[in-house]
């Protein structure tokens, strides 16, 4: 059997109907080189009609783990058959010629990992502040490049055993909910691996809402955030920044009476300084007293 150009992990949980626009979108894609593993953390058999309806149009592997969205990327990691894998989220899509512009990329670049923009389901950027030009990803700079529905990264480099913090990400069974495609990202970065940002394509992704329903999430995502700033030692000035960002937004809604807003910076400031508190943890070695305000356990994807 011929192995595949490309091994895609995406674990899901809750979703179906995000499930099938996305293999749908991989079809629309033409390429038959595309290996497509399903982590499925669901209690039941839901995905099962979809799957059967793209079994004939797409190599899938179907697998079961526990709940956790790093737990079920490592565990797909040992079945990965291709030369690149990607790790889309199972709400996103991709865009048509997105494979084969990736594939462009990987022919003609020396880089070892590579990101593209995300883009809204409905035209425009989605998802945190980005770079704006193409560039080299650095530990400076991966936050603005990197999404793990926009990532991807040639296989021989997880042959170093690098691989993700079930500690992190959704599911994980502590307070910190995002992150994990970052840590992962600066694992690489460490072991001397290279990356490019490019802009002239984006994933595609649901933009989030600012509703008082999704506020919760930024305290788990930003604290996240808070955790891998520490545990990969960016330093006290990236830290201090990393906390004042939100702080000020928060502050500057508080003065103009915008209260959903507010509300979100003000879960994002304390997500933030929890993850740094933890994140001291985990680089000392002692256990994690802190609190989990926020448990998410609802899909895989972001």
Known sequence: MTDPIFSLVLCTKGRVAELARFLESL??????????????QNDDDRLMPVLNDFQDKVSLV???????????RNEALKRVRAAIVGFPDD?????????RRLLELANL???????FASAGLN?????????????????????RCVISY??????????????FDTDLGVGSPGPYKSGEETDFVLQLLRAGYRGWHVRDMGVLHPEEQQTLAHARKRWAYGCGTGFVYVKDRLGALAIGKMLVGPLVRFLR???CLRVVECIHHGYEFAGRVRGVWGGMFRVSGAPDAGVD??????????
């Open 293 to 302: 305000l926020a448990p998410l356990e609802k899909p895989c994807g972001k």
């Open 253 to 255: 809604s508080l003065l």
């Open 109 to 115: 670049r020396s880089e070892d990992f590579f990101s």
């Open 62 to 72: 179907h697998i079961r783990t526990a709940t956790g969205l790093s737990l079920g």
């Open 150 to 163: 926009t990532f991807f990264v040639r296989s021989r480099c997880l042959q170093g055993g690098i691989r």
């Open 91 to 99: 709400d996103c899509v991709y865009p048509p010629g997105l494979l």
């Open 123 to 143: 035209g425009g950027l989605s998802g945190p502040r980005q770079e704006t030009t193409d560039t080299e990803i650095t530990p400076s700079n991966v936050w």
């Open 27 to 40: 079809v629309a894609q033409r390429m038959t080189e595309v290996q497509v593993i399903i982590v499925d």
